[in-house]
């Protein structure tokens, strides 16, 4: 199994340029979820789906944000503009949906916004 | 609403030492599951140990245990004989899987363990 895949996994880009961070979870997982991780504020929740439907975004810092799961196979978060303050660490995790089970993360994307 | 506290930035242990470390819940919901997650200087989350709010004893992964005390709301991770491959940063996390299973974790802000040599 190659576990959860995000790409890329390091993105350096200007404020104001459209930042598109992508992840495939695993096979047959139904919960998705993207987190931002930051020294500040630690690890924080942004959004989740579960059979690909969103279900809880209120963890997305405000409008500049957005995610969609059009298949079950893959998911992105956007971010446009850019701003400095976005830099920070994106993990895509992906669950079944039973009570006791882990999830599983991806190795992360750094974003880093100059 | 539910909550995670971890109330020790940093932790250090002598190698071969055993380690606690603290992790406090809050929840209403009598129906809930506990995890840690060990995340290296690399990056990557770890699931390390779960433990269910209903399991009769305290769950165990080699040199992982789980210290629960359901009625003080506490769910300790205890490393044994640490290893220098210990070092990093440990989270702990909630579920909630009763009637709002949500599939969501809430996280701890994280342990930091030094394993000195």
């Known amino acids: 199994d190659a576990g959860v895949i995000q790409s890329p996994r390091h993105e350096v880009t200007e404020m104001g340029q459209e930042v598109t961070l992508r992840c495939k979870p695993i096979?047959?997982?139904?919960?998705l979820f993207w987190y931002r991780q930051t020294m500040m504020r630690g690890l924080e929740l942004l959004i989740y789906?579960?059979?690909?439907?969103?279900?809880?975004d209120s963890g997305m810092p405000e409008d500049r944000f957005s995610a969609k799961m059009p298949n079950a196979s893959f998911s992105t978060l956007k971010i446009q503009p850019s701003e400095p303050r976005d830099s920070a660490v994106y993990f895509c995790?992906?669950?079944?949906?039973?009570?006791?089970?882990?999830?599983?993360f991806g190795p992360g994307t750094r974003l880093t916004v100059t | 609403a539910q909550k995670i506290t971890q109330t020790q930035p940093g932790m250090f242990v002598q190698e071969k030492e055993a380690v606690t470390l603290d992790c406090t819940y809050d929840t209403s919901d009598p129906s809930y599951g506990l995890f840690w997650y060990k995340q290296p200087s690399s990056g990557e989350m770890i699931f390390l140990i779960y433990q269910g709010s209903y399991d009769q004893q305290n769950a165990t992964e080699g040199r992982y245990s789980l210290n629960f005390q359901k009625a003080r709301k506490s769910a300790n991770l205890v490393i044994s004989a640490s290893q220098l491959g210990d070092s990093a940063m440990y989270f702990c996390?909630?579920?909630?899987?009763?009637?709002?299973?949500?599939?969501?974790?809430?996280f701890g802000q994280g342990t930091t363990l030094q394993v000195k040599p």
């Open positions: 995790a992906s669950s079944f949906s039973l009570p006791n089970y882990e999830q599983y």
């Open positions: 996390a909630m579920r909630d899987s009763g009637s709002g299973n949500t599939g969501k974790l809430i």
């Open positions: 789906f579960n059979n690909n439907v969103p279900i809880d």
């Open positions: 096979s047959g997982h139904d919960y």
